[in-house]
């Protein structure tokens, strides 16, 4: 068994996967520290809202920010 954050570093030691982006999530505030230095690239606390979620993936895609659409489109899903 391992944990997330020994995964991490397992990736990070790779040359092929250590670009790779990985944001942490947890519903812990401490483990913001731990993701960081552990290597993860972001952390984001759960409940996490989608459109932040989907912010921080545009981000590290280089793709441009939330249009008003998808912000439509990600109320639509949430108040399923």
Known sequence: DMDGLEFVSLL???PR???IP?????????????A???GCDDFLQKPVRM?????RIRHYLHA?????EDKRRVAGLQSR
């Open 64 to 68: 441009s920010p939330p249009t008003k």
């Open 12 to 14: 990070k030691e790779r």
């Open 36 to 38: 960081i230095y552990g």
């Open 51 to 55: 459109i932040e979620l989907m912010t």
């Open 22 to 34: 990985i944001v942490a999530m947890s519903i812990f505030s401490y483990m913001k520290m731990a």
């Open 17 to 19: 996967l250590e670009k």
